[in-house]
């Protein structure tokens, strides 16, 4: 059959394969929490940068292009909407002050420590660059240029958006709470039991794992973050249980969450920092 | 003749690159085509001495790192399919008409693919997702070849 296929060997093609297949799972051998890969990207960071620069271009046209050709009319409408909001949103801060001495009160009387954190927000954009399908990551467009660290965390305008995992001197990885390396802790908003919300790889669902079997829960369930992880702070927004899954034969409860961020649809977001 | 192959190569697969990169909707990306290796299996087939399998460890280490994935990824799946394409060049390009070779070196790629999720442990991993990309590469790959062929002509011959 060979003879009739007709194949030589040359070139050492045979050996130059097995050395690169050698190499390549060494690569993925030795690539423990992508430290190995970080490391090589950001020697490269400069020259990849570039080419997101590049690839960026044709979309931020068309995004360029949309804007100015906008009908006034929609404009309009689209600020009058925005000023409602607005206004909508300082009339809830205005109750910030009295609520905060309330909690300061209430503190003082059950003698507890602070739970809830200020943070230092930063206003990025995302680069808009199509990634690898099964890396559930995303290019934003500020790095060590503002101060921007390892794992400092990123939320969009409704809820939790992931954590930064790459930093390079234009840009950092944000890695989304979809992506399946991911895990967080959360609490039930309803209950204030603890919750691991892990990433499913699809950015329409996230999952809920090693949730006793006779815990008290039901779909509708608001998840906050539990800032017990030192990770994420405490009370911001996750995601809302969608489906209970009980399988008798085995002890704990599968729940499936929508995540309140839009992981799908992201344009500017804000890194939180302490 | 050589250093032209070389140059017109390594332009066409960096503006692949590129237009890989540039975003498109969220409910055809898992499906997209695999267009940079379409492109270094068209010239490793119609340029079997130059375009090598060393050309295959640099752009999926190339992509790697522009991609973010982990480093390895495209690099075992690229080597396997580029392999596969040089050692069966002959036999491929004199038996099979190109829209069938095209199937039967994305082949080593889907095994790869395959292989590279074991290592990654990748819970969600989703062949069925794999598999249509590779369908849409399929399909693609007339078009790119015909692309391709006018590039070559122009620059090359």
Partial sequence: MLKKLNIKIKDFIHLKFFIFFCFSIFFLQS??????????????????NKIYIISAFPSLAYKNIYSYLEYKISLIKKNEKLQNKTLIQSGIIQQIPGLIEENNKLKKLLDSNNFYELHK????????????TYSNKIL???????NISLRQVVIDNNAILGQISEVNKNYSTV?????????????NARTNKKIIVHGSGDNKKLLGKYVPFNEDIINGDILISSG?????????????????KRDKSEDYINLQIKPYALLDDINKILVLSK | MKIKIHITAVIVLFL????????????IVNYKPQLILLVLIYWTLNFPDEINISYAFIIGALSDIILITPLGQHILTYISAIYFAKIFNKPLNNNYDRNISIILILTPYFISSILVIHFLKISYFNVIEIL??????????????????FVHRKYIK
Avoid: C, Q
């Avoid at chain 1, 927000?121 to 690898?132: D, G, H, M, W, Y």
């Fill in chain 1, 228 to 244: 017990l992880d030192n990770i994420f702070p405490a009370g911001y927004l996750i995601g809302v249980v969608t489906k209970i």
């Fill in chain 1, 121 to 132: 927000i930063t206003l990025a954009e995302r680069i808009p660059v199509n990634l690898s």
């Fill in chain 1, 31 to 48: 690539n423990n929490n992508f430290e190995y890969s970080s490391k090589i990207r950001k020697n490269f960071s400069y020259f990849t």
């Fill in chain 2, 132 to 149: 249509i990309s590779i369908m849409t590469s399929i399909l693609i790959w007339p078009f790119v070849h015909k692309l391709l062929e």
């Fill in chain 1, 140 to 146: 934003i467009n500020i790095g060590l240029n503002k």
């Fill in chain 2, 16 to 27: 692949t690159l590129l237009i890989f990169l540039i975003p498109i909707p969220d409910f």
């Fill in chain 1, 175 to 187: 890695t989304l709470i979809s992506s399946p390396d991911h895990a967080l802790l959360a609490i």
